[in-house]
């Protein structure tokens, strides 16, 4: 489903150069769930960034259900790929009520839309019609979270890029939207590509796990790897330990 | 492009009643501080007094009485005569009309020129910013003054040429601004999520961008008003605003400033007016901030 | 000298609403790392500044009684309280980033403290902040102490904050989530730095945290609070009886008891109980 090949992200500001990601090769099957952990700065979120075209500066193969894509998106591009992002608060519209954020992608995509197909999407995420209505600031954050995971399946992409999906969030909200984000998937079949700091919740969700350092995948884990909490890579040990520092006092 | 209809679209009423609601809450905000009140307040009654000028206005503003000449504020005239023997109070309410009409004409200009090259720089950076930026930071030096001279040369003296003079000059802070917050909300994760389901570049820019921008270019524009009044009667003063007979404020003062010594209120009054005014908007801008743009609150 | 933190019947209110943010909180610290969690809302913030008096002005604090060793935190004017926070208790906040003056070297901010509490001389102040931030593990102490806020890492700028706050040797520390703006790596460390500092001296840690396995494996103790209120203390998760305190073990993935779908809490009912 996405294929990456021999990817690399440069950022130069005058002299220096910042190489973020460094030749990165990543394949996902679809119907897979594929998490990337790694530290801030490693590069994890520019991969996604880069992915869906919001970042320029790299080079390198992408191909997304086939094709390879270029720099610049046009509309089939962005409908096999959606995103969604960290931040609840950021990532709606403050002045657009939530009936215009979920009829908005369905207006610029072309694509009929009605009340009904609003509510529909509404009711995905395991929210009542009438918050059609609200403003975003009428909603806790995690009710946000679920338009914004809404508004991103109200043009059925094959492909969720979930960028920190639930680290704003609550445990409480955070288990509620896993859930959510694991029902569309048995539903709909599509395919995950999760990005987090936090191991528990990549183990939880995927099936592959890779960890970055520095612009480069340095381990590949499974959820079993995981649960013993045994890697090869230093890195990934330490990572390892840390993050499951409450299991081992 | 279908058009795909709000879902469940509210009547009319509903609609007007929330924007009722809306506006009470605003005007409610601005009303809670003293001072915000009374700039709100002194600006609302210049806009009624420049409306209703012919109903308030005791005497002509220009019918000249030779015979009552210069003569002190008294009951007859509150704040005396001019040379002409013309009643100062009606000329000031008269001269009111002139400044508001001023005022909203240059802040209609400005405002959207502003916005638009601020945000168009903002939002595309790069090559488009620096140019547009360039261009602004090179009209920011023009002295408004010096150009209302050029323009008066070319065009002859009158209200409108100060109007475009002023207009010309006073846009780039205004363009700073909205760029400054262009640069902030393009990056906002909503926008984005806008650019991956495919929104065009205009609609990025007019329903994405602009809205977030309105509020401190609002700010801004209420502030600016204070010093479009101030150059507005400095124009006046140096004739190069609207021309005699109009009881522009900053012509009067020039007018009065023969008898300064002697019969003060002639340039006193129109003076106090020009105060009265500039703060007012100065007062409102500041008040208007704290409402509309909660990050720099005074509390 | 006494240095029991004691707080009965505890409540804080906010001007524009009749909720109480902290609702009748009682409990006492003598020594050791209480751990206070809670999910956004919970008060556990609220409680925490208020125990500093750094509300702002339109909160009220209402309590039978709150104190610390002899000194009387409902009561003490605002200049006592200005010379008890930092010399006798300290809070280190979230984020290094907005609790660190922008525009001074760090060296200085951190001799600050111990000028003001200490009455040190500005030579005596510096000395005594480098090996402040020896101790917290930085380094080249040297070059951070001329550095700028902005020119250090997250990790680094709260080790930083700590040796400023621990430097006039508080008796109680106040940490509001110390952690959860750093990376997982780095975390650990600033704990384990918490630890020796504070507690080797024999202060007392209040740590707020979210994170309620981070606070049991680090904590003696650990209060559980919900809406204001505190549902329950326990020593350790696997004593914890209360609904909300199992609910909220249960709702956080654990790699090693892995499941399909993770338990939600019932807030309907939490809120009927």
């Not at chain 1, 009605?114 to 509404?122: D, G």
């Not at chain 2, 010309?168 to 601004?177: E, F, G, Q, S």
Request: a positive charge.
């Amino acid at each position: 489903m996405i294929r990456i090949r021999d990817f690399n992200v440069r950022y130069r500001s005058g002299k220096t150069e910042n190489h973020v990601v460094r030749g990165i090769d990543l394949t996902v099957a679809q119907g897979e769930c594929v998490g990337i952990v790694g530290e801030s700065g490693c590069g994890k979120s520019t991969l996604l960034r880069c992915l869906v075209g919001l970042e320029s500066g790299w080079t390198g193969n992408i191909e997304i259900d086939g094709q390879s894509l270029g720099a610049v998106r046009g509309k089939d591009d962005l409908r096999r790929a959606q995103m969604v992002f960290q931040d609840p608060f950021g990532s709606l519209h403050p002045r657009h009520r939530i009936g215009r954020a979920l009829s908005e992608p369905l207006r610029c995509m072309g694509l009929p839309g009605s009340p009904q197909r609003v509510a529909a999407a509404l009711k995905e995420v395991g929210l009542p019609a009438s918050f059609a209505h609200r403003f975003p600031h009428q909603l806790s954050g995690g009710q946000r979270q679920r338009v914004a995971i809404a508004r991103a399946l109200i043009i059925e992409p094959p492909i969720l890029l979930l960028d920190e999906p639930t680290s704003a969030l609550d445990v409480s909200v955070q288990a509620e939207i896993l859930n959510l984000l694991s029902d569309r998937r048995d539903e709909r079949g599509l395919t995950y590509l999760l990005v987090s700091h936090d191991l528990a919740v990549v183990a939880h969700m995927c099936d592959r796990i890779l960890v970055m350092q520095n612009g480069v995948f340095v381990e590949e884990l499974t959820p079993d790897n995981i649960r013993l909490a045994k890697a090869t890579h230093p890195y990934a040990q330490h990572l390892m330990d840390v993050s499951l520092l409450s299991d081992a006092l | 492009m279908t058009y795909v209809p709000l879902p469940e679209r509210r009547s009319l009423r509903e609609n007007l009643g929330n924007m009722m609601g809306a506006t009470g809450r605003f005007v409610a905000d601005l009303m809670r501080e003293p001072l915000g009140r009374a700039g709100f307040i002194v600006v609302m009654l210049l806009i009624l007094i420049a409306i209703f000028a012919p109903l308030i206005a005791p005497y002509s503003p220009t019918r000249q009485a030779l015979g009552s000449a210069l003569q002190a504020p008294s009951a007859t005239h509150w704040l005396g005569t001019d040379e002409y023997g013309r009643d100062i109070l009606s000329r000031l309410i008269w001269g009111t009309r002139i400044t508001m009409q001023t005022i909203l004409s240059i802040s209609a200009i400005v405002g959207p020129v502003g916005l638009i090259i601020g945000v168009t720089a903002g939002f595309f950076g790069g090559r488009i910013d620096a140019v547009l930026m360039r261009f602004t930071d090179i009209v920011l030096s023009f002295p408004s003054l010096v150009l209302a001279l050029a323009f008066a040369a070319a065009m002859g003296a009158g209200l409108q040429t100060a109007i475009i003079a002023i207009s010309l000059t006073a846009w780039p802070p205004v363009a700073r601004l909205a760029r400054a917050e262009a640069l902030v909300v393009r990056n906002a994760d909503y926008v984005n999520a806008a650019r991956l389901y495919g929104a065009g570049k205009l609609r990025l820019i007019f329903l994405y961008v602009v809205p977030m921008c309105i509020p401190s270019v609002i700010v801004r524009l209420t502030l600016n008003m204070a010093t479009i009044t101030l150059t507005a009667a400095s124009l006046g003063f140096l004739g190069l605003g609207a021309q005699p007979p109009s009881p522009e404020w900053g012509a009067m003062i020039s007018a009065g400033r023969r008898f300064m010594l002697d019969q003060w209120w002639v340039a006193l009054m129109p003076g106090f007016a020009i105060l009265l005014t500039s703060l007012a908007f100065n007062v409102l801008g500041d008040a208007l901030r704290d409402v509309l743009d909660p990050r720099y609150t005074r509390k | 000298m006494d240095t029991t933190l004691s707080i009965r019947d505890l409540s804080v209110r906010f001007a524009q609403g009749s909720v109480r943010a902290v609702d009748g909180v009682s409990f006492s610290v003598s020594s050791g790392k209480i751990g206070i969690v809670g999910e956004s809302g919970s008060g556990k913030s609220t409680l925490g500044r208020a125990i500093m008096r750094l509300l702002p002005p339109s909160a009220s604090i209402s309590a039978d009684c709150m104190t610390f060793g002899e000194h009387d935190l409902l009561r003490a004017s605002e200049k006592d309280m200005r010379k008890l926070r930092g010399s006798v208790m300290a809070l280190i906040m979230q984020d290094p980033r907005y609790s660190l003056n922008p525009v001074l070297p760090i060296g200085r901010q951190v001799a600050e403290t111990a000028i003001l509490h200490k009455g040190m001389s500005r030579k005596e102040a510096g000395e005594a902040a480098a090996a402040m931030l020896e101790r917290v593990r930085i380094r080249d102490v040297t070059r951070v102490m001329q550095s700028y806020p902005h020119q250090i890492s997250g990790g680094m700028g709260q080790r930083v904050m700590i040796a400023a706050m621990l430097l006039a040797r508080p008796r109680l520390v106040i940490a509001d989530e110390p952690t959860s703006a750093l990376d997982v790596s780095v975390r650990g460390e600033v704990l384990e730095l918490l630890d020796d500092l504070v507690c080797a001296d024999g202060s007392s840690l209040l740590l707020i945290s979210h994170d309620i396995r981070m606070v049991a494996a680090f904590c003696d103790r650990i209060i559980v609070m919900y809406q204001g209120r505190i549902v329950e203390e326990v020593t350790q998760l696997r004593d914890a009886s209360h609904p909300y305190t199992r609910a909220l073990i249960a709702a956080m993935p654990d790699p090693r008891h892995p499941v399909r779908r993770l338990a939600v809490p019932d807030r309907a009912k939490l809120e009927r109980g």
